[in-house]
């Protein structure tokens, strides 16, 4: 997934104008040479630990019930149909893009303002401000189960997908708002000036100078939100005790409990939770190093 | 976390022109929709956290619920011996899996760095785990593991492991079962962070080196190692406190069985609140893992020098 030039081989010296891009020679090699089957073998080895399980995940959605055969022919996509309409799996679909498309937007509009905050002002509690965020990312939500399930059945919101939208929500806010900040550093503050001289009020100095610019830093923030809210799993199946209401992850969960677990149905499940998340990432790919990259520098 | 609640509340000079415009209360305003909501959504869950810890707190039995005391600890560190067996299996899991996960991940990190044909590739391919969640790790892994049909029993074929019971089912088996499923997803992430920082080695360190002749193992040993140090220091930390939290892959993959060998102190707290809706013990118990997580974070703070005047 990352790419970066860093780590290229070196040119070789002006005066072996013959081979420009060849490997250098045995015996005098640059210092990230190791000998080569010290690099194939072991990726070799790891690369079948990594791969296994989608092959396997793959033939189990693809090939028929009762199937023993190791290679999923002939195809059938049967099991995802019975997924999708009998367990209910297209109600839980849509539950999850609601709750993840949400919860990318208010995480990030949010962030927006808060990381522009610590990004260019000086103010009296920034510091307790930033400790706070630091300091939650050791609370985690699991143990806080108790205390929100009270908080949301006080709100009346038990049951609606907003409990989870918020929850999500306020785990993701911290280390977005530190990665924000950092994105936000990063864009010359004289760009902003330079707008207000020529009449921009802060407002709108910051959408056409500043915005634009954050793009990178947006794509990534807010697909680490939607695929973080897509994938999680236990505020989901605590806030919403409707079957109507529930989300992927739950379903996957109650298809792996069921009393004789479905291999088919659970494999094509597995399958339909997983390709928004690749979607997401194939998307954003291109985006997302340089948007870690500029934040993580200054963050 | 309290420091926060000064944060909605701004001094509010009293100024003629507009707030938007107003910088001095500007960056009060544009912080006060995420403080208000860590305030509501994680601040106050954690003092009525520790409200609770004192209480008898039961919605099933509501005849005994009122002030408890100090009684919820004592329970837990006296007579319960289930408490004890989660806290060592949690420590127990913590330190093996992020001790994997960190000696795989800085020798996958180590291998990729390297200039090789097909590299892009092969790197995408061995990071893809690392996008797989919690849950869907479960799923793919209980599909390996079946008794019938997964790949434990193309083993068992092999001589490695026994035909008729999923690994997961097996006390003996089930701890390494549940580990190998977690490094599978594991390991990438420690190798993407590991692989950031070995590309701002400089060059000219090694170039020097092996002018004066160091060998790789010693370039590795002397110029590597010092500069990956406070990344790998940091994110093992980081990971471990992730790990012990993430309650997502145990809950989904043995749901803390068989016989409660793979619960950990977190999985506990939510199966005593959930299932047995005993809220005031479970409480107890997050106050217990709130200490230790505090002890964590203290030493976090310390070592990434958050705390240091500058």
New interface residues.
């Given amino acids: 997934m990352i790419t970066t030039e860093a780590t290229k081989v070196a040119p070789a010296p002006e005066r072996v104008p013959a081979a420009p891009d060849q490997r250098p020679r045995r015996g005098r090699r640059a210092w990230d040479e190791a000998p080569r089957w010290q690099i194939y073998l072991p990726l070799g080895i790891y690369l079948v630990f990594t791969l296994i399980p989608f092959y396997w995940i793959l033939l189990f959605a693809l090939r028929p019930a009762g199937s023993t055969s190791l290679v999923p022919w002939p195809v059938t996509f049967d099991h995802f149909e019975k997924v999708w309409t009998e367990r209910a799996f297209g109600t839980y679909f849509q539950n999850s893009v609601l709750v993840g498309v949400a919860t990318l937007f208010l995480t990030t509009v949010v962030a927006l303002a808060g990381g522009y905050a610590l990004a260019r002002f000086d103010f009296k509690v920034k510091r307790a401000f930033m400790l706070a965020l630091l300091c939650t990312q050791f609370v985690p939500g699991a143990l806080l189960l108790v205390p929100l399930f009270e908080i949301f059945a006080n709100l009346q919101m038990i049951n609606s997908l907003a409990s989870v939208v918020i929850a999500e929500t306020v785990f993701q806010l911290p280390l977005s708002i530190i990665l924000i900040s950092g994105f936000i550093k990063n864009v010359p503050y004289t760009l902003e000036e330079a707008a207000w001289v020529d009449g921009c009020n802060r407002l709108t100095g910051f959408r056409i100078v500043v915005l634009p610019l954050l793009r990178p830093g947006l794509i990534a923030v807010g697909s680490f939100a939607f695929v973080h809210a897509w994938n999680h799993f236990l505020f989901a199946l605590m806030f919403l005790s409707d079957q109507g209401k529930q989300t992927i992850p739950v379903g996957l969960n109650t298809l792996m409990s069921a009393d004789s677990v479905d291999l088919g149905a659970l494999a094509a499940g597995g399958i339909i939770a997983a390709v928004p998340v690749v979607l997401v990432f194939a998307f954003i790919q291109k985006w997302l190093i340089t948007g870690f990259s500029a934040g993580a520098v200054k963050g | ?1 309290a ?2 609640a ?2 909605a509340k701004p ?1 509010a000079p009293p100024r003629r022109r507009r707030a ?2 107003t ?2 209360r ?3 305003l ?2 006060a ?3 208000l ?2 305030l ?3 601040a ?3 003092i ?2 520790f409200y ?1 810890s004192l209480q008898n707190y039961n919605p099933t039995k509501p005849w005994r619920n009122g002030y408890a005391g100090l009684d919820n600890f004592v329970h837990a560190f006296t007579d319960d011996p289930q408490f004890w067996g989660t806290l060592t299996f949690s420590a127990k899991w913590v330190i093996v899996e992020v001790g994997l996960q960190l000696l795989f991940g800085l ?2 990190a180590l ?6 044909v097909g590299r ?1 590739l ?15 790790t ?7 593991y ?1 008794s019938q ?3 434990t029993r193309y083993l068992a074929d092999m001589g490695i492991g026994q035909y008729g019971t999923s690994w997961l089912s097996d006390t003996s088996t089930v701890f390494p079962a549940a580990i190998v499923a977690d490094l ?1 997803r594991g390991v ?1 992430f420690f190798a ?1 962070l590991i ?2 920082d070995l ?1 701002s080695v400089s ?1 000219d360190l ?2 020097a ?2 002018v004066d002749g160091a060998s ?1 193992l010693k ?1 590795f040993w002397h110029i590597t190692l010092p500069h990956l140090k406070d990344a790998i220091v940091l994110s093992t930390l ?1 990971r471990a ?1 992730w790990e012990f ?4 892959l145990l ?2 993959l043995t ?1 803390g069985g068989p016989a409660g060998e793979t619960t950990t102190l ?1 999985l506990y ?2 199966n005593t ?2 299932d047995a809706h005993n ?1 005031g013990y ?2 107890a118990l ?1 106050t217990v ?2 200490v230790i ?2 002890f ?2 203290m030493v ?2 310390r070592l990434s020098k ?1 705390g240091g005047e500058k």
């Fill in positions: 976390m420091q926060a000064a944060v001094p938007s415009a910088p001095r500007l960056p009060y544009l912080i929709p995420a403080a909501l860590m509501g959504f994680i106050y869950p954690v009525s956290v609770y020798a996958l291998i990729v760095n390297q200039t090789f892009s092969g790197r995408a391919l061995v990071f893809s785990p690392w996008a797989v969640s919690g849950v869907l479960s799923a793919i892994w209980v599909l390996l079946n049909t997964g790949v599978w990438p993407i692989l950031a590309q060059k090694y170039e080196a092996e790789r370039q980081l406190v939290n993430n309650v997502d809950y989904t749901g977190p707290i939510a609140s959930v809220f479970a409480s997050t893992a709130f997580l505090l964590c974070s976090y703070l958050f």
